[in-house]
């Protein structure tokens, strides 16, 4: 890492459904927080990826804008390469995760290639998966549980020596009880929220990945009270589900 951290938010006009854009700016914020001196580095559409940066954001989309995407992406596949192999770290939120992959079904259920970055690949379920989701992490990381929101079509197949993100307590993820994938400096995921304001911890993870130290807690009361409330909120069924749900709206 050179002294300032570059946070990539990449192609944020095509990769950027349900706020995505927050997880750039989160771990902005607990960079600086900790005196790492932290900037983003927006790459719109058609634009060349560059291999600079320490951590990279991919998030969800739409079918079309995912098909535009993973042109994109494939062209500049040798320099996220480059930055990986050189100990960058990535985040791949739900359309994001899909193209890291081999292959995905795109809109009509057509095979689309993917970065293969993981050997993971993406099939069209029988339905959509929409609603909030509970993961607990793999214990290696470390991570609390993981709270998320996720609406995807695909379902996600990893390979044999690939291991998920963690189990799902609470929603679909990949399809098979699991959610998304750990892989070297690479996380994948389902859940938007978006993810990392969720779950602090998280963004941590990376921030440790790509800086080598383990970071201290941060006192942050609000983002404490917005994933409880939102841990919580996973777990109810029936009548408090709504009685919740109309608070909610409320405000
Ligand atoms: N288009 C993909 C799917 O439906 C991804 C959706 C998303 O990123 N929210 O599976």
Avoid: K, W
Wanted: net charge neutral.
């Amino acid at each position: 890492m050179s002294s300032v951290l570059r946070i990539a938010l990449v192609y944020p006009d095509l990769l950027g459904t349900y706020g995505d854009r927050g997880n750039a700016l989160v771990l902005e914020h607990r960079a600086r927080a900790r005196g790492i001196e932290a900037t983003i580095v927006e790459v719109p559409a058609g634009t060349p990826l560059p291999d600079s940066c320490d951590i990279y954001l991919l998030g969800g989309g739409e079918d079309a804008p995912q098909v535009a995407a993973a042109e994109g992406l494939r062209a500049s596949r040798a320099a996220l390469t480059r930055a990986l192999d050189g100990g960058a770290a990535l985040l791949a939120v739900c359309a994001g995760f899909q193209l890291i992959g081999h292959h995905y079904a795109a809109a009509g259920g057509r095979s689309m290639e993917g970065l293969a970055l993981v050997d993971l690949h993406t099939v069209p379920g029988p339905d959509r998966i929409i609603g909030e989701v509970l993961v607990e992490p793999d214990p290696s990381t470390g991570l609390p549980t993981i709270t998320g929101f996720e609406n995807h079509g695909g379902r996600t197949h990893l390979g044999p020596g690939e291991r998920p993100l963690g189990r799902v307590r609470r929603g679909g993820g990949n399809g098979d009880g699991s959610d998304g994938v750990l892989h070297g400096g690479i996380v994948g995921t389902y859940l938007h929220g978006p993810v990392l304001p969720r779950n602090p911890a998280l963004a941590d993870h990376l921030l440790a990945h790509v800086t080598g130290t383990a970071l201290g807690p941060l006192d942050e009361p609000v983002v404490d009270r917005y994933r409880a409330e939102r841990l919580s909120f996973a777990t109810l069924t029936g009548s408090a589900r709504r009685r919740a749900e109309r608070r909610l709206h409320r405000g």
